[in-house]
């Protein structure tokens, strides 16, 4: 696929995530729904659980009919400031552009403001939660706005992009704070020669791999701003009871719940590039050998040769918008892009044909049957702007 192409995409997708204010749905979102709250069923969590998944599962888009609004998303305004932050750091490599910078910088400005203003109080330190109250599995409720260290990983790396480029200290100050969130309100697990952060303050989602990876994420990227040697050393804690809990094949599973043994591709991805970031910060080299493996566990067993990428290890459906997105993600941050360039052609090459409306947006998943081709902001377009930024610098950068 011609990278003009790529790149005219990936402007109809930005033009379309600007139409709609960076405003959209969630698959998650049921729990908004007016009528629902009327009916007086959200105080059960079989009944919450249940409306989720007839949003969430439904390839028809009820949400209208049933009264759920579209809202900012900080994790979509997060993916989407890293997204601008690549773009305008492109841009000002080419000085001729000086309006074009001008307004991308004024939308990473507006973007951090709105995403500052979503932040969770009464914590430690800054951190973010979803815009819908969440049910997992009948096992827990965390309600609108409760910080996740999922969430607040993708903020954070937002905003201290967005100060790079910006050179806004406020930005990097409230990024910082985000380092005692992690450290004083995430619960720990003790495992292996560590310890699990929790997904969350509240109890129930505690031993979460990749959850706990970002956390250990959040304190490297602050830990280079800062020289805290507090920061790494805990974060080398979670990153090696995480690593020690690598199968000898080199995937990870999900967590260590009975109902979260599955193996997926973005979760991987993010494991990846977690541990590959606190390497890169801190210059401590000592989990190579988990990282070589993971590596290549992911790239062999998450994409077919024709560019179908794969939900998990051992079966393909569905197929989710995630699973491509991550892949540029994880090639660009884990630097191996330029040796697997032709992949990444396949599988963004495969994902505009078929998993890209005609305007502009990206489906949520491709099943066997039907298909699921709404529009979600947070999880679909914001997900796929960001990751279409990484695959335009390293096509650019290596001049692929």
């Known amino acids: 696929m011609k990278d003009k192409f790529v790149k005219n995409v990936l402007e109809t997708l930005l033009q379309y995530c600007e139409k709609e204010e960076f405003k959209g749905w969630d698959p998650y979102d049921g729990l908004n729904s007016k009528i629902f709250r009327k009916l007086n069923l959200n105080c059960f969590s079989f009944f919450r659980l249940a409306w989720i998944q007839l949003f969430k599962r439904n390839p028809i888009n009820l949400r209208n009919l049933f009264l759920i609004s579209k809202g900012y998303n900080s994790k979509g305004l997060g993916l989407m400031i890293s997204g601008y932050s690549k773009l305008l750091l492109a841009r000002k490599e080419k000085p001729e552009l000086l309006e074009e910078i001008d307004k991308l910088e004024n939308k990473i400005n507006n973007l951090c403001e709105i995403l500052i203003s979503m932040k969770s109080r009464g914590y430690s330190g800054a951190c973010w939660g979803y815009n819908f109250d969440w049910q997992s599995r009948r096992l827990f409720l965390f309600p609108a706005q409760t910080p996740t260290v999922v969430v607040t990983s993708f903020c954070v790396e937002a905003l201290f992009k967005a100060y790079e480029i910006t050179k806004n200290k406020n930005y990097k100050n409230l990024a910082l704070s985000s380092a005692q969130f992690v450290l004083n309100d995430l619960k720990r697990t003790n495992h292996n020669s560590g310890f699990i952060f929790s997904y969350s303050p509240i109890n129930g989602n505690n031993t979460v791999f990749n959850a706990s990876l970002l956390g250990s994420k959040i304190l490297s990227l602050c830990y280079k701003y800062s020289s805290n040697d507090i ?167 290596n001049e692929l």
């Open 231 to 397: 920061f790494k050393k805990t974060a080398r804690k979670s990153i090696m009871a995480i690593c020690e809990s690598q199968q000898k094949n080199g995937a990870w599973i999900y967590g260590l719940l009975k109902t979260q043994s599955w193996i997926d591709s973005f979760h991987t991805g993010y494991n990846l590039e977690a541990i590959q970031i606190y390497q890169e910060i801190t210059g401590d080299m000592s989990f190579d050998k988990y990282i070589l493996k993971g590596f290549d566990f992911y790239i062999n067993n998450f994409f077919e040769s024709s560019g179908k990428p794969k939900y998990f290890h051992n079966k393909v459906y569905p197929i989710d918008i995630h699973c491509p997105a991550q892949l540029f993600v994880t090639l660009s941050k884990c630097n191996k892009f330029k040796h697997h360039s032709e992949l990444a052609r396949k599988v963004i090459s495969w994902s505009i044909n078929n998993m890209q409306s005609k305007k502009g947006y990206f489906y949520y998943q491709i099943r066997k049957g039907i298909s699921s081709k709404i529009s979600y902001m947070r999880w679909s377009n914001a997900f796929m702007f960001n990751a279409m930024t990484f695959y335009s610098k390293e096509i650019q950068k």
